[in-house]
Protein backbone atom coordinates (compact mmCIF):
# COMPACT_ATOMS: atom_id res chain seq x y z
CA UNK A 1 0.00 0.00 0.00
CA UNK A 2 1.19 3.34 -0.93
CA UNK A 3 2.00 5.47 1.96
CA UNK A 4 1.85 9.39 2.04
CA UNK A 5 3.47 12.53 4.03
CA UNK A 6 1.75 15.52 4.56
CA UNK A 7 2.62 18.82 7.25
CA UNK A 8 1.19 18.10 10.53
CA UNK A 9 -0.36 21.29 10.70
CA UNK A 10 -1.09 25.06 8.28
CA UNK A 11 -2.15 27.99 8.71
CA UNK A 12 -4.14 30.19 5.94
CA UNK A 13 -5.59 33.85 6.11
CA UNK A 14 -9.43 33.74 5.68
CA UNK A 15 -9.85 34.30 1.63
CA UNK A 16 -6.74 33.17 0.70
CA UNK A 17 -5.75 30.09 -1.55
CA UNK A 18 -5.22 27.65 0.89
CA UNK A 19 -2.41 24.66 -0.59
CA UNK A 20 -1.61 21.18 1.08
CA UNK A 21 0.27 19.20 -0.30
CA UNK A 22 1.09 15.29 0.18
CA UNK A 23 4.02 13.60 -0.60
CA UNK A 24 3.25 9.82 -2.23
CA UNK A 25 6.72 8.96 -3.65
CA UNK A 26 5.28 4.82 -4.09
CA UNK A 27 2.20 5.08 -5.56
CA UNK A 28 1.14 2.54 -8.12
CA UNK A 29 0.36 2.65 -11.16
CA UNK A 30 -3.47 1.79 -10.36
CA UNK A 31 -4.07 3.77 -7.40
CA UNK A 32 -6.04 7.04 -6.96
CA UNK A 33 -5.20 9.87 -4.67
CA UNK A 34 -7.95 11.12 -2.78
CA UNK A 35 -8.73 14.01 -0.37
CA UNK A 36 -11.18 13.99 2.40
CA UNK A 37 -11.77 16.38 5.52
CA UNK A 38 -12.76 16.06 9.05
CA UNK A 39 -14.32 19.47 10.89
CA UNK A 40 -14.48 18.54 14.40
CA UNK A 41 -16.57 15.90 15.47
CA UNK A 42 -17.88 15.13 12.35
CA UNK A 43 -17.27 12.22 10.06
CA UNK A 44 -14.91 12.57 7.00
CA UNK A 45 -16.40 14.70 3.77
CA UNK A 46 -15.54 13.89 0.59
CA UNK A 47 -13.58 16.26 -1.37
CA UNK A 48 -11.82 15.42 -4.64
CA UNK A 49 -9.82 12.60 -5.91
CA UNK A 50 -7.92 11.48 -9.30
CA UNK A 51 -5.66 9.28 -10.90
CA UNK A 52 -3.22 11.65 -12.71
CA UNK A 53 -4.88 14.61 -14.46
CA UNK A 54 -5.81 17.93 -12.02
CA UNK A 55 -9.43 18.01 -11.46
CA UNK A 56 -11.54 20.68 -9.99
CA UNK A 57 -14.61 20.93 -8.49
CA UNK A 58 -17.26 23.24 -6.24
CA UNK A 59 -14.78 22.92 -3.34
CA UNK A 60 -11.51 22.79 -4.70
CA UNK A 61 -8.29 21.91 -6.89
CA UNK A 62 -6.40 18.65 -7.15
CA UNK A 63 -2.94 19.55 -8.89
CA UNK A 64 -1.11 15.96 -9.36
CA UNK A 65 2.49 16.01 -10.77
CA UNK A 66 2.94 14.24 -13.94
CA UNK A 67 5.49 11.46 -12.13
CA UNK A 68 2.73 11.23 -9.71
CA UNK A 69 4.34 10.80 -6.84
CA UNK A 70 3.45 14.45 -5.05
CA UNK A 71 0.00 16.33 -5.18
CA UNK A 72 -1.43 19.50 -3.96
CA UNK A 73 -4.90 20.29 -2.76
CA UNK A 74 -6.15 23.75 -3.34
CA UNK A 75 -8.96 25.65 -1.54
CA UNK A 76 -8.98 28.94 -3.34
CA UNK A 77 -10.69 31.15 -1.24
CA UNK A 78 -10.43 29.87 2.27
CA UNK A 79 -13.12 30.36 4.71
CA UNK A 80 -12.83 29.87 8.62
CA UNK A 81 -15.42 27.04 8.18
CA UNK A 82 -12.50 25.23 5.95
CA UNK A 83 -10.72 24.70 9.26
CA UNK A 84 -10.41 21.03 9.86
CA UNK A 85 -8.26 18.52 9.14
CA UNK A 86 -7.64 17.36 6.07
CA UNK A 87 -6.44 13.31 4.73
CA UNK A 88 -4.46 12.72 1.57
CA UNK A 89 -5.02 9.44 0.88
CA UNK A 90 -3.67 6.90 -1.87
CA UNK A 91 -6.39 3.97 -2.32
CA UNK A 92 -5.64 0.37 -2.32
CA UNK A 93 -7.68 -2.71 -2.99
CA UNK A 94 -8.77 -5.33 -0.51
CA UNK A 95 -7.76 -8.71 -1.48
CA UNK A 96 -12.14 -10.28 -1.51
CA UNK A 97 -14.10 -6.58 -0.86
CA UNK A 98 -12.95 -3.91 -3.18
CA UNK A 99 -11.47 -0.90 -1.85
CA UNK A 100 -10.95 0.94 1.46
CA UNK A 101 -9.45 4.09 2.37
CA UNK A 102 -6.46 4.05 5.00
CA UNK A 103 -6.09 7.19 7.23
CA UNK A 104 -3.10 8.93 7.96
CA UNK A 105 -2.53 12.10 10.57
CA UNK A 106 -3.53 13.86 8.26
CA UNK A 107 -2.95 17.82 7.81
CA UNK A 108 -4.85 20.70 10.69
CA UNK A 109 -5.85 23.13 8.57
CA UNK A 110 -6.00 26.28 10.88
CA UNK A 111 -8.02 29.35 8.78
CA UNK A 112 -7.64 32.52 10.32
CA UNK A 113 -9.45 35.78 10.36
CA UNK B 1 -23.21 11.31 -3.66
CA UNK B 2 -24.70 9.32 -0.74
CA UNK B 3 -26.36 10.49 2.31
CA UNK B 4 -25.76 7.82 5.75
CA UNK B 5 -27.19 8.58 8.77
CA UNK B 6 -26.12 6.79 12.16
CA UNK B 7 -28.69 5.55 15.63
CA UNK B 8 -27.40 6.69 17.75
CA UNK B 9 -25.55 9.83 17.52
CA UNK B 10 -23.97 9.31 21.02
CA UNK B 11 -24.21 7.18 24.08
CA UNK B 12 -22.37 6.41 27.29
CA UNK B 13 -22.74 2.77 28.57
CA UNK B 14 -21.47 0.31 31.38
CA UNK B 15 -19.12 -1.51 31.44
CA UNK B 16 -19.76 -5.30 30.33
CA UNK B 17 -22.66 -4.28 28.43
CA UNK B 18 -23.05 -4.31 24.45
CA UNK B 19 -24.18 -1.29 22.03
CA UNK B 20 -25.72 -1.99 18.78
CA UNK B 21 -25.12 1.27 16.04
CA UNK B 22 -27.49 1.21 13.07
CA UNK B 23 -26.28 2.78 9.58
CA UNK B 24 -28.79 3.49 6.54
CA UNK B 25 -27.58 4.90 3.67
CA UNK B 26 -30.00 6.45 0.88
CA UNK B 27 -28.68 4.35 -1.95
CA UNK B 28 -28.50 0.71 -2.32
CA UNK B 29 -24.91 -0.08 -2.22
CA UNK B 30 -22.64 -3.01 -2.70
CA UNK B 31 -19.73 -1.96 0.08
CA UNK B 32 -20.13 -0.83 3.30
CA UNK B 33 -17.51 -0.17 5.98
CA UNK B 34 -16.71 0.49 9.78
CA UNK B 35 -14.49 2.93 11.30
CA UNK B 36 -13.20 3.07 14.67
CA UNK B 37 -11.30 6.99 15.50
CA UNK B 38 -10.02 6.82 19.07
CA UNK B 39 -9.78 10.03 20.81
CA UNK B 40 -7.78 12.36 18.94
CA UNK B 41 -6.40 9.68 16.99
CA UNK B 42 -7.30 9.13 12.56
CA UNK B 43 -9.50 6.46 11.66
CA UNK B 44 -8.99 3.02 11.32
CA UNK B 45 -10.70 0.45 9.53
CA UNK B 46 -12.88 -2.36 11.76
CA UNK B 47 -14.30 -3.95 9.21
CA UNK B 48 -16.13 -4.44 5.40
CA UNK B 49 -19.45 -5.45 5.07
CA UNK B 50 -20.68 -6.65 1.45
CA UNK B 51 -24.35 -7.66 1.16
CA UNK B 52 -24.43 -11.55 0.89
CA UNK B 53 -21.20 -11.96 2.27
CA UNK B 54 -19.29 -12.53 5.97
CA UNK B 55 -18.12 -9.38 7.15
CA UNK B 56 -14.10 -9.32 6.85
CA UNK B 57 -12.05 -7.96 9.29
CA UNK B 58 -8.47 -6.01 9.64
CA UNK B 59 -6.30 -7.46 11.96
CA UNK B 60 -6.72 -6.38 15.63
CA UNK B 61 -10.36 -6.23 15.54
CA UNK B 62 -12.29 -9.81 15.64
CA UNK B 63 -16.35 -10.86 14.94
CA UNK B 64 -17.05 -11.90 18.22
CA UNK B 65 -15.64 -8.50 19.80
CA UNK B 66 -17.76 -6.69 16.64
CA UNK B 67 -20.65 -8.46 15.06
CA UNK B 68 -21.93 -6.97 12.07
CA UNK B 69 -24.64 -7.45 10.24
CA UNK B 70 -25.67 -7.00 6.62
CA UNK B 71 -29.20 -8.10 5.69
CA UNK B 72 -29.91 -5.54 2.77
CA UNK B 73 -28.48 -3.30 0.48
CA UNK B 74 -29.20 -0.01 2.60
CA UNK B 75 -28.44 -0.89 6.11
CA UNK B 76 -25.72 -2.19 8.77
CA UNK B 77 -25.28 -2.85 11.80
CA UNK B 78 -22.39 -2.82 14.08
CA UNK B 79 -21.87 -4.44 17.38
CA UNK B 80 -19.23 -2.97 20.55
CA UNK B 81 -19.88 -6.65 22.92
CA UNK B 82 -18.53 -7.02 26.26
CA UNK B 83 -17.48 -3.23 26.48
CA UNK B 84 -14.89 -1.72 28.65
CA UNK B 85 -13.47 1.84 28.65
CA UNK B 86 -11.07 0.96 25.94
CA UNK B 87 -13.75 0.80 23.26
CA UNK B 88 -14.50 4.57 24.28
CA UNK B 89 -14.18 6.07 20.74
CA UNK B 90 -16.35 7.15 17.56
CA UNK B 91 -17.70 4.67 15.50
CA UNK B 92 -18.16 5.71 11.56
CA UNK B 93 -20.50 3.56 9.00
CA UNK B 94 -19.42 4.48 5.32
CA UNK B 95 -20.13 3.09 1.60
CA UNK B 96 -18.92 2.76 -1.55
CA UNK B 97 -20.04 4.87 -4.12
CA UNK B 98 -19.80 5.30 -7.50
CA UNK B 99 -15.48 4.79 -6.69
CA UNK B 100 -16.29 6.97 -3.59
CA UNK B 101 -16.69 6.14 -0.06
CA UNK B 102 -19.48 8.59 2.09
CA UNK B 103 -19.27 8.87 5.93
CA UNK B 104 -22.07 8.81 8.22
CA UNK B 105 -21.77 11.61 10.82
CA UNK B 106 -20.26 8.69 13.26
CA UNK B 107 -21.32 7.35 16.57
CA UNK B 108 -19.64 8.88 20.00
CA UNK B 109 -19.33 6.06 22.68
CA UNK B 110 -18.43 6.63 26.10
CA UNK B 111 -17.79 3.32 28.15
CA UNK B 112 -17.94 4.19 32.23
Known amino acids: DAKTTQPTSMDCAEGRAANLPCNHSTISGNEYVYWYRQIHSQGPQYIIHGLKNNETNEMASLIITEDRKSSTLILPHATLRDTAVYYCIVRVALSNSGYALNFGKGTSLLVTP | SAVISQKPSRDICQRGTSLTIQCQVD?????MFWYRQQPGQSLTLIAT?????????ESGFVIDKFPISRPNLTFSTLTVSNMSPEDSSIYLC?????????FGPGTRLLVL
Open chain 2, 94 to 102: SAGFQETQY
Open chain 2, 49 to 57: ANQGSEATY
Open chain 2, 27 to 31: SQVTM
